[in-house]
């Protein structure tokens, strides 16, 4: 009977010890209540290629320390893989920063591609989100036209929350700028 105490007392020791820990996932979604409606493909514009750094196609949401060193969050991660998120994502926002959907290279009968490269999104130790990208317009395989997109964002608060609103600003904002420079063209 004593071992048997002893036991429970070691085991409830333990566990009233040992800290509870919650995994924070983040969405990468348009705001708002999703509708119903037809579809309007854009008969000059499809997806084309979406990549982005290794760095960023991971759980954790990134941050880069003063030392340049990166370090992915452990508790505060991205509840979808980055590149099928991002991609997902970009697609919706481009769609509505044009007026009409984009739809992927190999659903689109339009000749003009647009194909991004996402080179940084991460946070740093002075509190900013930060985002580099690289676009461009193909035609018939060759590049017609290419963009750089370079923005940062100070934090409205400190924390990963934040972090994950800050960096879903600054790919809205990549998004409208691709919309506007492809209604430019027309």
Partial sequence: MKIVS??????VVGCSSTPVVDTHYYLLREDGVPSTRALKPSADYALGDVT???YIDQPGL?????????????????????HKSVRSFLQKQI????????FPAGLSEANVQVE???DQLHGTAAGEAVILAFWWLKQDGKIIESY?????MQLQVSGYDSLAAAEKSLLKQLAAHIGATLNSRE
């Fill in 62 to 82: 990134p941050l880069q320390l003063t030392n340049g060193e990166i370090r992915p969050a452990l508790l505060h991660q991205w509840a979808e893989p980055m």
């Fill in 6 to 11: 002893v036991v429970l007392l070691l085991l």
């Fill in 116 to 118: 991004i490269r996402l």
């Fill in 148 to 152: 750089q997109f370079g923005e940062t």
């Fill in 52 to 54: 982005i750094a290794d």
């Fill in 95 to 102: 769609s509505n920063a044009l007026g009409e959907d984009l």
